[in-house]
């Protein structure tokens, strides 16, 4: 579990050293993800492909439109606001899930449900007035990490209804390559280069593939099965801690007061919707 949240907690810095479109880097990103898993799943569950239905196969696409929106935004982010605000608040991502489960859905909540929820967006809109604070790129970086805490919550939606049925190999193999099939295509059509880049890019994008999300990514899924639920959160909240400590040490990235007790509260209110139950997940799902 420790070397998965690193792993994922690298992703920011990977991404602000490939110095590329964020599209493009999603792409390859998700690409190269799908090439590894791809010959994996083959071997051990090609059962579970043969298997899948016409229901399972939408939901699975469906579920790889938000995932790629969500990596399109949240690495866009990176480009105009910080690593600690960016994975800070594309964390929210359960906060949302819990607000559809209120407002939607019309679940059941306490009020230390509503507590956790309101500490939450109160963390943010501080988060926001400093990013204000320092102009409207970093403030426009704040809303594309919203946004994309907003559609990885869309793709965890979906997501538990195909695996309830769709095994893990399958689903992941397959909603990576559906959701790079659709970044590639939008690459393709607004003509980003993909050639010519550095080979520190290149090695990013990579490093980003391989170890953010393989290794960082494969290893939360299977740390979902084989750790209590309440640990596991208390772990996963931590991802966005290291992801800033990391900006701090490699890019020198200081982590002014806003963020800092903007994130604490975020965290907090995630933590105690947990503890609450009901609408908010006991876990984060993916980050980054």
């Known amino acids: 579990m420790t070397i998965a949240l690193v792993s994922v907690g690298h992703a920011a810095i990977f991404v602000r050293i490939a110095d590329a479109d964020p599209i493009v880097v999603a792409a390859f990103r998700l690409g190269i993800a799908t090439a590894v898993l791809a010959p994996v799943t083959l071997f051990f569950a090609y059962s579970g492909l043969r298997a899948l239905t016409r229901r399972e196969l939408r939901l699975i696409a469906g579920a790889a439109v938000f995932l790629?929106?969500?990596?399109?935004?949240?690495?866009a982010s990176l480009d105009f606001t910080s690593i600690a605000n960016a994975v800070v608040l594309v964390t929210l991502s359960p906060v949302w899930l819990a607000l559809y489960g209120v407002v939607i859905l019309r679940v059941q909540s306490g009020h230390r449900m509503w507590f956790s929820i309101a500490l939450a967006i109160a963390?943010?809109?501080?988060?926001?007035v400093g990013s204000a604070a320092g102009g409207s790129?970093?403030?426009?970086?704040d809303g594309l990490a919203l946004a994309g805490g907003i559609f990885i919550a869309g793709f965890l939606l979906i997501a538990q209804k195909a695996r309830q049925t769709v095994?893990?190999?399958?689903?992941?193999?397959?909603?990576?390559g559906f959701a790079a099939a659709l970044l590639w295509i939008a690459v393709i059509a607004l003509g980003l280069p993909v050639a010519g880049l550095s080979g520190t890019t290149y090695g990013a994008m990579i490093a980003l593939a391989l170890?953010?999300?393989?290794i960082g990514h494969t290893g939360i899924n299977w740390a979902v099965r084989a750790i209590p639920p309440t640990?596991?959160?208390?772990?996963i909240?931590?991802?966005p801690v290291l992801s800033s400590l990391f900006g701090w040490?490699?890019?020198?990235?200081?982590i002014g007061w806003p963020t800092a007790l903007g994130g604490v509260l975020i965290l907090a209110g995630i933590w105690l919707g947990t503890r609450a139950g009901g609408a908010l997940p006991s876990k984060t799902g993916q980050i980054g």
Request: charge should be negative.
């Open 137 to 141: 790129t970093s403030l426009f970086g």
């Open 211 to 214: 170890i953010s999300q393989v």
């Open 249 to 254: 040490a490699y890019f020198g990235e200081g």
């Open 123 to 128: 963390g943010s809109v501080i988060i926001a």
């Open 231 to 235: 640990l596991l959160a208390i772990a």
């Open 68 to 75: 790629a929106l969500h990596f399109a935004t949240w690495i």
């Open 237 to 239: 909240l931590g991802e």
């Open 167 to 176: 095994d893990l190999l399958p689903f992941v193999t397959l909603v990576y």
